[in-house]
C-alpha cells in the first residue's frame, strides 16, 4: 500500500469531522430557539443539543457494529444521508410542535454523526498505528475547528435569513446541503487497510505487535474498567458542555453582549487546540498522566467561572474549551490502549455512552440555573461548582481504572495497555 492511500483516508476523515463542529457553535442558535418555539425556556431548547449528543454515542455504536459487516464507504454514506436529512427537516418545525426539534436535529442530527465519528477515527488509527494519539488529536481537533469555520458562516446566515429568532431554521436546511455534499464525496476516499499494509507494518513496529489481540465488545463489557472508564468520561466532560452550550448567553449576560460570539469563537478554537496539543502530549507523558492533568485542570477552572467578570469570561472559556478538548482526544486513545484497535469503533461508541449521558444531564442543570439567572447570571455559580465536582470524582475514577488495568494486563498479558 502507497503511503498516500492512508494520507487520504485522513484528510477525507478530517473533512468529515470538520462538518460535526457544528454540534459544537449550539449557544449561537441557543437564544433564538428558546424564544421563537420554547418560549424563552432556555432547558428546552438546549435539551436539542444534548440529546443530538446523546444520539450521537447511540448512532457510534451501531456504526461501528455495521463497519464490521459492510464496508466503512457505505456507514460514511449512510451518516451523510441521515445527517442532512434530519438537518432539513430541523427547519420544518414549528412553534406548534416544537418537540419535532429534539427529533429530527437531536435524534436524527445525533445518529447521523454517530454513525461516521467512531469508525472514521478508528478506521485512521488502524492506517496510523504509530502516531496514534497524534492522528486521533487531529482527527477531533478537527471537528473542534469546525466550530470556528460554522460560527461566523452561521451567524451570516442566521443575519440574512431574518435575525435572531427567524434565520436559525432556514440555516439549518443550508447545513443539510453542506453535509450531505461533504459525507457523500468523504465516502469514496475513506477504507480500512488491507491485510498486506497491516503485515508490512506490523515487521517494522512493536506497537503493532504489541495490539495483536483486541478485546470483543461483549469482553469488554465484562471488565469493570469499561464501567469505570465510561462513568469518567460522563463526569469530565460536564463543565465543557456546559459550556458550549451556553458560551455566548453567559457572556451577554455579564455585558460582552457586543462580542458574546467571541466566546463562541473561542471555545471552539482551543477546543480544537487541546485536541491536537494533548493528543501529542499524551503520546510523549501517556494517556494517565495526561488525563490526570487535564482533569485537575477542569475542576480548579470550572470554579472560576462564577468569579469572572468583563474580558476575563473569554479567557476561562477559552480554558475550558482547551481542557474539554484535551479529554476529547485522549478517550479514544485510552480505549483503543486498554482494549485493543480491531473492535475500536464499537467500544469507543460504548465507552461514549457516558458522554451521551453527560450531554443530556449538563444541559439540563446549566439550562435549569440558567432559567433561574435569568435576571442574575451569579446565580448559574452552581452549575458550574457541579462541574468542578464531577471532575474531581472522575480523577479518582481514573487512577482507579488505570492501577486496575494494570493489575489485569499482568494476569492477561495479550491485552495491551499504555495508559
Not at 164 to 169: C, H, I, P
Not at 202 to 218: D, Y
Not at 309 to 319: A, D, P, Y
Not at 358 to 380: E, H, Q, R
Amino acid at each position: 500500500m502507497r503511503k498516500e492511500n492512508r494520507l487520504a483516508t485522513l484528510i477525507a476523515t478530517i473533512a468529515i469531522q470538520l462538518c460535526f463542529g457544528v454540534a459544537y457553535i449550539w449557544s449561537v442558535f441557543q437564544t433564538g430557539i428558546a424564544n421563537s418555539l420554547f418560549n424563552g425556556d432556555n432547558a428546552l431548547a438546549s435539551l436539542a443539543y444534548s440529546l443530538l449528543l446523546a444520539f450521537l454515542t447511540v448512532g457510534s455504536v451501531i456504526g461501528g457494529k455495521l463497519t464490521q459487516r459492510i464496508s466503512i464507504r457505505y456507514v460514511v454514506m449512510m451518516s451523510g444521508v441521515i445527517l442532512a436529512a434530519g438537518f432539513f427537516l430541523s427547519g420544518l418545525v414549528t412553534a406548534s410542535a416544537p418537540w419535532v426539534l429534539w427529533i429530527t436535529y437531536g435524534c436524527m442530527g445525533g445518529i447521523g454523526m454517530g454513525f461516521s465519528y467512531t469508525p472514521t477515527i478508528a478506521c485512521a488509527q488502524k492506517w496510523f498505528p504509530d502516531k496514534k494519539g497524534l492522528v486521533t488529536g487531529l482527527i477531533v481537533a478537527s471537528l473542534g475547528f469546525g466550530g470556528v469555520i460554522f460560527t461566523p458562516m452561521v451567524e451570516a446566515l442566521i443575519k440574512a435569513f431574518g435575525g435572531q429568532g427567524v434565520g436559525e431554521l432556514k440555516t439549518f436546511m443550508v447545513l443539510a446541503g453542506v453535509f450531505f455534499v461533504v459525507c457523500i464525496v468523504g465516502s469514496f476516499f475513506i477504507k480500512n487497510p488491507s491485510q498486506e499494509f497491516l503485515s508490512k507494518y506490523a515487521s517494522k513496529n512493536v506497537t503493532v505487535n504489541k495490539e495483536a489481540v483486541s478485546l470483543s465488545p461483549t469482553e469488554v463489557l465484562r471488565r469493570p474498567q469499561f464501567y469505570m472508564l465510561t462513568l469518567s468520561m460522563m463526569l469530565a466532560c460536564m463543565g465543557g458542555l456546559m459550556m458550549i452550550g451556553f458560551a455566548k448567553p453567559i457572556a451577554v449576560a455579564r455585558g460582552m453582549g457586543e462580542t458574546a460570539v467571541v466566546g463562541v469563537l473561542l471555545i471552539s478554537i482551543f477546543n480544537a487546540l487541546g485536541r491536537l496539543t494533548w493528543g501529542l502530549v499524551s503520546d510523549k507523558i501517556g494517556r494517565k498522566a495526561t488525563l490526570a492533568i487535564l482533569l485537575f485542570g477542569t475542576a480548579i477552572i470550572a470554579l472560576f467561572v462564577n468569579l469572572a467578570t468583563g474580558n476575563w469570561i473569554f479567557v476561562l472559556i477559552g480554558c475550558i474549551g482547551f481542557f474539554y478538548g484535551g479529554l476529547l482526544s485522549n478517550y479514544p486513545a485510552v480505549t483503543s490502549d486498554l482494549f485493543g484497535p480491531k473492535h475500536m469503533a464499537t467500544n469507543y461508541g460504548m465507552v461514549l455512552l457516558g458522554f451521551g449521558i453527560a450531554a443530556v444531564s449538563s444541559s439540563y442543570i446549566a439550562g435549569y440555573y440558567k432559567n433561574l439567572a435569568a435576571a442574575d447570571i451569579s446565580l448559574m455559580a452552581p452549575a458550574f461548582t457541579i462541574a468542578a465536582c464531577c471532575a474531581a470524582v472522575s480523577l479518582v475514577l481514573l487512577l482507579v481504572v488505570t492501577r486496575k488495568s494494570k493489575a489485569s494486563d499482568e494476569a492477561s498479558p495479550a491485552v495491551a495497555s499504555e495508559s
